[in-house]
Structure formats: structure tokens, C-alpha cells
């Protein structure tokens, strides 16, 4: 296994020096004082002034921050170095106090103490890792009674199709590890980078047993047919400022979203 983070380490380095001066993250106008998360999660988490928030798999720590700027005391982690190493100069630049952490997020246990009211991971997240019980353990851990883990995620669906968007390729369920050969990034399709990466489908039903095995209630999963980042090859931009995949128009479901409360 240690071979596939590695790897995706690696990986992850390399993007994110691509996309620290993507118009994909506009970085420049985050530093003016833009928000970079979206809409589905600014409604569904809700206020979080004054909140303990740790972010897993937070890349380079501009939803962190953002979060931080609506009052949140922060907490991110990332396998990346590249990216936790930005997300600090960010802080620093920025004069928002945060904390982040680089490490494998199954090991931040051993590298991070106490408890979060909330615990937040977003878009992109749950596909590198090859197993869920084991990350719900973590989830479970940092989550404190009655506070709530929230994920907003890219739908399992999305990720049945191929790169191109055209058939279903993938399977649905966890069908073991997917190798793949990558050049560029989503955040910059012509970035000059080639490297390999190894992910997991995760359906549905596997990601909300995993929370429910360790100790979570459900209190909502909701299903979007569009994504508020056009990330995916053939999207088309709709009235509403999101992207859809061209011929596939709120036809699928593209991303979700869900809250699970910590029972006391
Ligand atoms: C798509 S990004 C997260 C997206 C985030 N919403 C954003 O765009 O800023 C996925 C992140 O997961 C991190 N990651 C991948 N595998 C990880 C692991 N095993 N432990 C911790 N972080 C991991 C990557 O380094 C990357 O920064």
C-alpha cells in the first residue's frame, strides 16, 4: 500500500505547484478576500464561528483558511508537502492562524491530539484512499460527541465514466486499486507534468456503512446533478454558474453531500 501513497505523493507535489497560479484556484483572488468554497457547503455546514474545524485532505489549505475566516479555529492535513508547505505561506501571508499538518490521513492520529466540533473534507478526497472503514476510524476519532463530520463529495457515478466522458468504463462499486497515467491536471489540463496515480471508487453505500459502523447517525445525504468546479472533460457551463457534462445534462448525479452527527 505504502507504494500507492507514494506514489500519489509524489503526484500531488507535482499539481499542486501547477495549480498555485491556476486561474482554477485564483489564488489572487482568495488573497483579496474571495471565498473558495462553494455554495452546497457554506449552506449545509453552516456557521462555524468559533468552531474547532479539522480538515482532512485539505491540498493547499484555501478551504481551511476560508473556513477560518468565518471564524473557525483550524486544522488541516494533506500527504502533500508541496501543498501543506503553501498552505502555511498562505496563513503566514495572510495573517490567519491555522495549523496544518502533513501526513498520511491514516496516520494523523499519531500526529495530531484532541477533538473537532467539526471535522470537513471536500471534492476529491475519498477516491485516494483504499480503505474506508479504516478512514472512518480516523473520522470517528477526531470527531468529538455531538459534533459532525461533513463531506461534499464527487459522485461515484462520475468516476464510472471514462476520462472523456463518453461511457461508462469504471465500476460502480470498489472494484480494487485503478492505476492510472496522468499528464497535466484537472485545475490545468496543458501544465507540463506527467506522473502516476492510484485511486478507489467508493459507492455510496460504502462510504455511509463505513460512518455508521463508527458511530455516526445520518442526518442528511443530499445528491447534486451538477458541480460547482468544471473539473471533468465535455462540461458545459449552466444558467446557474455550475457544470454538467455535455449530453449528460441533470441526467446524473455529480456530486454529494452529507452530515453525520457524532452520537453522544
Ligand atoms: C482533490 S484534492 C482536495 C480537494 C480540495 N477540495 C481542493 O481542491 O483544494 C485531494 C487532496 O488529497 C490529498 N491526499 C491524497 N491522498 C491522501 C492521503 N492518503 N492522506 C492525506 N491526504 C491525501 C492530496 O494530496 C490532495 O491535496
Given at each position: 500500500?505504502?507504494?500507492?501513497?507514494?506514489?500519489?505523493r509524489q503526484g500531488?507535489?507535482?499539481?499542486?505547484?501547477a495549480h498555485k497560479s491556476?486561474a482554477?484556484y485564483?489564488?489572487?483572488?482568495w488573497?483579496?478576500?474571495?471565498t473558495s468554497?462553494?455554495e452546497?457547503?457554506?449552506r449545509?455546514?453552516?456557521d462555524?464561528?468559533?468552531?474547532?474545524?479539522?480538515h482532512?485532505?485539505?491540498?493547499f489549505?484555501?478551504?481551511t483558511?476560508s473556513?477560518a475566516r468565518?471564524?473557525?479555529?483550524v486544522t488541516g492535513?494533506?500527504l502533500?508537502?508541496?501543498?501543506?508547505?503553501y498552505a502555511?505561506?498562505?496563513a503566514r501571508e495572510?495573517r490567519i492562524?491555522?495549523r496544518?499538518i502533513r501526513?498520511?490521513?491514516?496516520?494523523l492520529?499519531q500526529h495530531?491530539?484532541g477533538?473537532?466540533d467539526?471535522?470537513?473534507?471536500?471534492?476529491?478526497?475519498?477516491?485516494?484512499?483504499?480503505?474506508l472503514?479504516?478512514w472512518?476510524a480516523?473520522v470517528?476519532?477526531?470527531?468529538?460527541?455531538?459534533?459532525?463530520?461533513?463531506?461534499?463529495?464527487?459522485?461515484?457515478v462520475?468516476?464510472?465514466?471514462?476520462?472523456?466522458m463518453e461511457f461508462?468504463?469504471?465500476?460502480y462499486?470498489?472494484a480494487?486499486?485503478?492505476?492510472?497515467?496522468?499528464?497535466g491536471t484537472y485545475?490545468d489540463?496543458h501544465a507540463?507534468i506527467?506522473?502516476?496515480?492510484y485511486g478507489?471508487?467508493?459507492?455510496?453505500?460504502?462510504?455511509i456503512n463505513?460512518l455508521?459502523?463508527?458511530g455516526?447517525?445520518?442526518e442528511?445525504?443530499?445528491?447534486y446533478p451538477?458541480?460547482p468546479?468544471?473539473?471533468?472533460?465535455?462540461?458545459?457551463?449552466?444558467?446557474?454558474?455550475?457544470?454538467?457534462?455535455?449530453?449528460?445534462?441533470d441526467?446524473i448525479?455529480m456530486v454529494?453531500s452529507?452530515?453525520?452527527?457524532?452520537?453522544g
Open positions: 500500500m505504502d507504494h500507492y501513497f507514494e506514489a500519489n500531488w507535489n507535482l499539481r499542486t505547484e491556476s482554477f485564483n489564488v489572487e483572488g488573497k483579496k478576500g474571495a468554497l462553494n452546497i457547503e457554506l449545509e455546514v453552516g462555524v464561528s468559533g468552531k474547532k474545524l479539522l482532512l485532505q485539505c491540498h489549505g484555501q478551504d483558511l473556513w468565518l471564524g473557525a479555529r492535513c494533506d502533500s508537502d508541496n501543498a501543506i508547505d502555511r505561506q498562505l495572510s492562524k491555522a496544518f501526513c498520511n490521513v491514516y496516520d492520529p495530531l491530539k477533538k473537532f467539526v471535522v470537513f473534507a471536500s471534492y476529491g478526497v475519498v477516491g485516494w484512499l483504499p480503505d472503514d479504516a472512518a480516523v470517528a476519532h477526531f470527531v468529538k460527541k455531538g459534533g459532525f463530520f461533513y463531506l461534499a463529495e464527487f459522485h461515484p462520475v468516476w464510472m465514466l471514462d476520462e472523456k461508462i468504463k469504471y465500476a462499486h470498489n480494487g486499486v485503478i492505476e492510472s497515467e496522468q499528464t485545475a489540463r507540463g506527467e506522473y502516476t496515480e478507489w471508487n467508493h459507492s455510496l453505500s460504502e462510504v463505513c455508521l459502523r463508527h455516526f447517525q445520518l442528511f445525504l443530499n445528491e451538477y458541480s468546479y468544471d473539473c471533468f472533460d465535455k462540461t458545459v457551463r449552466g444558467s446557474d454558474g455550475n457544470y454538467r457534462i455535455q449530453g449528460l445534462e441526467k448525479p454529494y452529507l452530515k453525520a452527527i457524532k452520537k
